[in-house]
């Protein structure tokens, strides 16, 4: 058990580019969360996907972003046509599912958007 | 709206001294409350949790919390401080039916020798 995986750490990209980040959560666990945390704030929930199900997506998660998780293993996240806005630190966290609630973090991505 | 506050954005404390970290709750269903900390540059680690029973809650680092549902509160303690504690500490509120967690805005530990 190496714990949940993000990659990569930091990303420094101009507004307008495209920027994707992937999470590998720990190996048996169906259940893998996005959060974002802007500077001086707590992580906000982005979404989430039980196995390859994507089960829920938060109002943060505006039409420029898209999670996949398409074998119901590692999973992206993609930011299209960056803004400013966007720069944050993006957390995976996994969990083994059934209401359990108790998240294991990555380390997190750091996007800085130029 | 459910929500948490915390309302300590940084506390000084020396190195030895007792610590309490306020956190306070809003949600509607039956809490699971949680929580984390956060070195620099780092993931979030989990501290302690609670989902029932007990109010007292044990966790790592020789932390421990109290859930008083009366005042709708988990503020975490520690009674000898060391350096190494100096983090952001976050509480986070959950519930059953949910995956979601729902966390606070932070409270930044500075401790000094």
């Known amino acids: 058990d190496t714990g949940v995986s993000q990659d990569p750490r930091h990303k420094i990209t101009k507004r307008g580019q495209n920027v994707t980040f992937r999470c590998d959560p720990i190996?048996?666990?169906?259940?893998l969360y996005w959060y974002r945390q802007t500077l001086g704030q707590g992580p906000e929930f982005l979404t989430y996907?039980?196995?390859?199900?994507?089960?829920?997506k938060s109002r943060l998660l505006s039409d420029r972003f898209s999670a996949e998780r398409p074998k119901g293993s590692f999973s992206t996240l993609e930011i299209q046509r960056t803004e400013q806005g966007d720069s944050a630190m993006y957390l995976c966290?996994?969990?083994?599912?059934?209401?359990?609630?108790?998240?294991?973090f990555g380390a997190g991505s750091r996007l800085t958007v130029l | 709206a459910q929500s948490v506050t915390q309302p300590d954005i940084h506390i000084t404390v020396s190195e030895g001294a007792s610590l309490e970290l306020r956190c306070n709750y809003s949600?509607?269903?039956?809490?699971?409350l949680f929580w984390y900390v956060q070195s620099p540059g780092q993931g979030l680690q989990l501290l302690l949790k609670y989902f029932s029973g007990d109010t007292l809650v044990q966790g790592i680092k020789g932390f421990e919390a109290e859930f008083k549902r009366s005042q709708s509160s988990f503020n975490l303690r520690k009674p000898s401080v060391h350096w190494s504690d100096a983090a952001e500490y976050f509480c986070?509120?959950?519930?059953?039916?949910?995956?979601?967690?729902?966390f606070g805005t932070g409270t930044r530990l500075q401790v000094f020798p």
């Open positions: 966290a996994s969990s083994p599912g059934r209401g359990a609630n108790v998240l294991t």
């Open positions: 949600y509607g269903a039956t809490p699971y």
């Open positions: 986070a509120v959950g519930a059953r039916n949910t995956d979601k967690l729902i």
């Open positions: 190996s048996e666990h169906n259940r």
């Open positions: 996907f039980q196995n390859e199900a994507q089960l829920e």
